[in-house]
């Protein structure tokens, strides 16, 4: 008995009144089926194949599976990546801009948003996910298991978009919707 | 123009004027502090120190002059003005966690409180005892109460929670409150009815929470940056219109009604934005004290030589003091209150920020 810590007893663990699904805090999202995905992923890069950027951006960034699982989400992800690095940097500031114009524009930026965050986690899995330019890009031998770092690699399959292309489209982003996007990446229950 | 008042140099978590605006309470620390207007300032007049932890909301009532507090303590208490100085009562609230939010019914009777606790304690006067207890609401909650504010008629309540719903509960009192006139939001509602509950589209905790002067609508602020605007058409009916308006701002803490059509917000982003629509729509109209606009407020904008050679010397470097914020407060807005104008038309409005300052703003339109 005089070892128990008091203190350090997680009092609202135990109180079953306190526990509550966390599904309660997330509004509600319909399940997406994996299948339906992929045929939206491969519709999008029909387009790209056409040279219509725009309209594949926006159709992947309008039909966001958030009630998807983990493997569709991955799926969608690639698509949405695939997508970015096949837009010129030229042409990143004019298609937000018309992106943002457009009706339900705040809507389709966030979830670009999200989209880039999720990306560069991905690259950074060892280091935390910031996007600062300047923490990102030095390897201090913090950890090189995890996977090299991509800089600039080409686009393929699933792995489109090396962290610079990342970088710029995030400076480009944030120039147009502000830091209400970033923080509503991070507010957002609905994660991609 | 604004009114600035540097009070010291700590967060205000919370602060209130007044009717007459001659008094004005502000939180610090573990204490509560009495200003009265002299001039054109604000001198400290007394001391309020009855908590033992941080003081995290203050409000005084318009027409009976009592202050009530309360704090992470757990506590809450009334102040009463009495020839020898301001008497304490303590209320029973009966939450296991902080307190974070405490506001005066329009009618005084009765007053909310927010917890940690997940419970919403509203406390009236017993006369035979002479003390307040409190009736707790519960259900639904599931997170912190961020915020209260009361519907005009005194007996509905809306909360804004960390469970990302905004709710409107009736605190129905028998005994204390008199029956209500039936409201879009019901009519025949005990105690701890549920009225209407509201979930913005990306579900991030509701900051702040206002009914509209009328008490026809509900305006939230979420932390998303977005501010949602509720009007219900009927009890038990999907209401007429929820709009959200999101912003490219930070989160917004805050928000007051100046007008049935204008609401106006703030945060952390320094300043305070005012927002105008009405069922059909709702929109971000400007900001007042815009940062943009360098006009020189508060920090010295002079690009004289003098200056110029004179920062050379001091720091090493000729550009601009780029210390402060281009903003009246330096850090983010807390609390906003109206200051000025009748209840559907407020003309202005006070603001208590992180760094200290109370600022009256005018609404401007």
């Not at chain 1, 309209?55 to 569709?72: H, K, M, R, S």
């Not at chain 1, 698509?79 to 943002?100: D, F, H, N, Q, W």
């Not at chain 2, 038309?345 to 609404?363: E, M, Q, Y």
Request: with cysteine; hydrophobic share 35%; glycine share 8%.
């Amino acid at each position: 008995m005089a070892t128990t810590n008091y203190r350090l007893i997680d009092v609202d663990a135990l109180d079953p009144e306190s526990a509550f699904p966390a599904e309660l805090l997330t509004p509600p999202c319909d399940p997406i089926p994996t299948p339906q995905i992929q045929s939206l992923a491969t519709h999008c890069r029909q387009l790209l194949q056409r040279g219509d950027q725009e309209t594949a951006l926006v159709t992947a960034l309008e039909n966001v599976p958030y009630g998807g699982d983990e493997q569709g989400k991955e799926l969608h992800l690639g698509t949405v990546l695939e997508i970015l690095s096949s837009i010129k940097a030229v042409e990143m500031s004019p298609l937000l801009g018309r992106l943002y114009a457009s009706p339900s524009g705040t809507e389709l930026l966030d979830v670009l948003t999200k989209y880039l965050y999720k990306g560069m986690a991905r690259h950074n899995n060892s280091t935390s996910s910031s996007s600062t330019p300047g923490v990102s890009s030095h390897a201090t031998g913090v950890s090189s298991v995890s996977g090299a770092r991509e800089y600039g690699v080409a686009p393929g399959r699933g792995d489109g978009g090396g962290m610079s292309v990342l970088l710029s489209w995030h400076e480009k982003v944030v120039e147009i919707a502000g830091t209400g996007a970033i923080v509503r990446v991070m507010t957002d229950r609905r994660t991609v | 123009m604004s009114e600035v008042h540097l009070l010291f140099h700590q967060p205000i978590a919370d602060h209130s004027f007044s009717a007459d605006r001659s008094l004005l309470a502000v939180s610090r620390d573990t204490k509560v502090e009495l200003y009265k207007r002299s001039g054109s300032g604000f001198t400290l007049q007394d001391e309020l120190a009855g908590h033992d932890k941080t003081v995290t909301s203050v409000d005084i009532a318009p027409n009976t002059g009592k202050i009530v507090t309360c704090s992470q303590d757990r506590n809450a208490l009334v102040w009463e003005p009495s020839p020898t100085g301001w008497k304490p009562t303590l209320v029973l609230l009966r939450i296991n966690r902080a307190a974070t939010h405490v506001r005066w019914s329009p009618d005084e009777t009765k007053f909310a409180v927010g917890s940690g606790a997940r419970v919403i304690a509203v406390c009236y006067f017993e006369g035979e005892n002479d003390w307040w207890v409190s009736k707790h609401i519960k259900k639904p909650l599931r997170s912190t109460v961020f915020s209260l504010a009361w519907h005009p008629n005194s007996v509905l309540l809306a909360a804004g929670s960390a469970d990302a719903h905004a709710r409107v509960f009736s605190s129905f009192i028998k005994g204390v409150d008199q029956r209500p006139d039936p409201t879009v939001w019901g009519e025949r509602i005990p105690f701890n009815t549920v009225c209407g509950e509201y979930i913005n589209s990306s579900g991030g905790w509701v900051h702040s929470v206002a009914f509209s002067p009328s008490g026809n609508a509900l305006a939230f602020a979420a932390h998303d940056s977005s501010v949602t605007v509720v009007y219900p058409s009927a009890p038990e009916q999907p209401p007429h219109a929820v709009l959200s308006v999101t912003t490219q701002m930070l989160p917004f803490v805050t928000l007051c009604w100046t007008r049935e059509d204008q609401l106006v917000a703030a945060g952390h982003d320094c300043h305070p934005v005012v927002f105008q629509g009405s069922m059909e729509g709702w929109r971000l109209a400007y900001s007042v004290d815009d940062p943009r606009k360098s006009a020189g407020s508060g920090a010295s904008q002079e690009s004289s030589a003098l200056n110029m050679f004179r920062q050379m010397d001091l720091k090493g470097k000729s550009s601009v003091d780029d210390t402060n914020l281009k903003t009246i407060h330096q850090n983010s807005i807390t609390i906003l209150r109206p200051y000025e104008g009748g209840p559907g038309n407020i003309t202005k409005f006070s603001s208590s920020g992180v760094d200290g300052r109370i600022v009256v703003f005018p609404v401007k339109g």
